[in-house]
């Protein structure tokens, strides 16, 4: 079978433009993508860039972007992207510095997991085996999983505009800790993950989500985090208030009051962005169109706001 | 061809165009609409942060709403779309989690049993009337003009809540539908991103460099306008794309950004007034202007 594949070009020793440049090579039916691109490599370019090493996605060496979204190309096959033969575009991963070709540099993502101090924290040194429950270590599997190839970091959406931002792959590897019943730093963990860069930065865009190979599911524990955070009495925070006053919008009307919910989140003190929100405001106003005054409600509202009261409080009487 | 109509918030509140231009269009397309006026908000996944039980039941309950009538939903919000998505995934993949929720909605002699399909109007327009259909239905040649698909998250997020893999034109539907009308869909990396919307109130500064980024980007890769099937997106790439793209030095804002059903519209031979394109923060007179030249 032949495999058409685009790799994206970039040897900064000869010059700083990157290029595309195609390859066609005979592979077998049930090759991978890396299976292609090491042959490229042995056959027709040593020149050809790239890091892998086990073949068999437990190392995550060989996390790129495969028609512009992250993916480890040991585990995914040229058929599946490429069932009618199309072209296969090749790329580093996103939201990384490129060293050459599809090799990227790592140091930012390892100094964001240390950043989140990546182990138990006790307040003893425990004289025997340090043990957790089994329910505890089964729910915590899942972050477990991870396998640190950097395909979430890859599409972060967040992270593409503000590389200051954690991350996915550190804030779920942070949840790992938090979540731990060993560990005895939750809150202070928390207090600082609830600050600039941490949980509240994350747009819930689903791309980490969408590309982790493992099914780690960082969004959904940088959600969990919030929840933690909020618990734990952090609650000085747009993103506190922001969930709080949809929360209320939908328990009062049972749709939304965009009015209150952006005059809430801003904060009712925070004077600048107050004008800022007027200025948009009176600019839809003279569009002819402005947030009614009143939600939009619907009919039979009562019943929408009871089950909202009530899953309300079975959700208050669980904690 | 009938749906149960899901507005959502935002078509009933900040962006009263996207209603009316819906409204307008539907007539031409054949699609009748009965308005699930009983359906709350679907929680747009903020409400899921603070207790996913309670949005997906809210959730469930409009899709046991449009089972009582009969019908499909279709949403008008990517946003919405996404959210009724995944609640109807999780509770058709897990029957007890299904049981738990319609001993909720019981109490309101409402039951769900799983078969309620959601879609967007963007989907329905490829899927259930098809491009030449479509096509027949077009009056204005809009070739020349290009328009940069902005898709919103969540009607591309998760793939298998989202039925991607039955459905793989999905992943392109926007850039389909704007081909139809004769335009060319702008390539650029933006299309499938996060609009900044979400983190607007929270950390304006990454959610306008996002707005930023994308309208500019869009621009620059030969855009006359940008349209969206999600009033959200809408509201940031619209109503901050001034601010955002002088705080980034991207220029000044000059890249309308419609609606779904205002292209659909305009691409029938619709007055752009009509369909409220004029009501945008970002000027569209010049806009306007050249899609009436095409007409005379």
């Known amino acids: 079978m032949e495999a058409l594949i685009k790799v994206k070009r970039y040897n900064p020793e000869e010059s700083e433009e990157t290029y595309f440049q195609d390859y066609s090579i005979n592979v077998a039916e049930d090759s991978t993508i890396l299976d292609s691109l090491i042959k490229i490599r042995e056959e027709q370019d040593g020149t050809l860039s790239l890091r892998c090493s086990c073949r068999a996605s437990i190392c995550g060496s060989c996390s790129m972007r495969v028609n512009g979204s992250a993916k480890l190309v040991c585990k995914t096959r040229v058929k599946e992207i490429s069932p009618d033969g199309e072209f296969i575009t090749i790329e580093p991963m996103g939201n990384f510095k490129v060293i050459k070709d599809l090799v990227t540099e790592m140091d930012s993502f390892w100094s964001k997991m240390k950043s989140v101090d990546p182990y138990v924290k006790t307040s003893f040194e425990p004289e025997a085996e340090h043990i957790a429950s089994n329910e505890s270590m089964t729910h915590l599997l899942g972050v477990m999983n991870c396998i640190m190839c950097g395909a979430c970091v890859s599409e972060c959406t967040a992270m593409e505009v503000d590389p200051t931002f954690t991350g996915p792959a550190a804030l779920a590897k942070a949840y790992r800790f938090v979540a731990d019943p060993r560990d005895e730093e939750a809150n202070s963990r928390l207090g600082k993950l609830n600050e600039n860069t941490g949980v509240w930065d994350c747009t819930r865009c689903l791309a980490c989500v969408e590309v982790c190979p493992k099914d780690v599911a960082p969004m959904e524990r940088i959600v969990k985090m919030r929840d933690l955070a909020i618990e734990e009495g952090y609650t000085n925070t747009s993103g506190y208030r922001h969930t709080e006053s949809f929360n209320d919008s939908i328990k009062k009307h049972g749709r939304l009051d965009e009015t209150r919910l952006a005059l809430e989140s801003t904060g009712l003190l925070n004077i600048s962005g107050l004008i800022d929100l007027a200025k948009i405001g009176i600019k839809s106003l003279m569009r002819g169109k402005l947030p009614p005054i009143l939600p939009h409600r619907p009919k039979d509202m009562k019943k929408v706001t009871s089950i909202a009261e009530r899953l309300d409080n079975q959700g208050k009487e669980e904690e | 061809m009938k749906f149960a109509f899901y507005p959502g918030c935002v078509a009933r509140g900040a962006a009263p165009e996207l209603y009316k231009s819906t409204m307008m269009v539907v007539d031409k397309l054949g699609i009748e609409l009965e308005e699930i006026e009983k359906a709350a908000c679907t929680g747009a996944g903020v409400l899921q942060e603070k207790n996913q039980k309670l949005g997906d039941v809210l959730n469930v309950r409009t899709l046991a709403l449009a089972e009582q009538m009969g019908l499909p939903i279709m949403t008008i919000c990517s946003t919405c779309q996404g959210v009724i998505s995944q609640a109807n995934h999780r509770v058709v993949n897990d029957q007890d989690y299904l049981d738990e929720i319609n001993e909720e909605l019981a109490k309101e ?188």
């Open chain 2, 109 to 296: 002699d409402l039951h769900y049993s799983g078969k309620t399909e959601v879609k967007h109007l963007l989907w329905i327009l490829l899927e259930d009337i098809g491009v030449e259909p479509l096509q027949k239905m077009f009056n204005i040649d809009l070739s020349g003009f290009n328009f940069a698909p902005f898709y919103g998250c969540y009607l591309i997020r998760p793939s298998d809540a989202l039925g991607m893999t039955k459905n793989p034109k999905r992943k392109h539907s926007l850039d389909i539908v704007i081909e139809s009308t004769g335009a060319k869909s702008t390539d650029y990396e933006g299309k499938t991103r996060c609009c900044g919307f979400p983190i607007l109130l929270i950390n304006q500064k990454n959610s306008l460099k996002m707005v930023a980024k994308h309208t500019g980007d869009a621009k620059d890769n030969g855009a006359d306008a940008m349209v969206t099937p999600c009033p959200l997106c809408h509201l940031n790439l619209d109503g901050y794309q001034a601010k955002a793209r002088k705080q980034n030095k991207r220029g000044k804002a000059d890249l309308p950004i419609l609606h779904l059903p205002q292209l659909i519209g305009m691409a029938m031979g619709l007055d752009p007034k009509e369909l409220g394109v004029n009501k945008h923060l970002v000027s569209t007179a010049n806009f306007i202007k050249s899609i009436k030249s095409k007409v005379a």
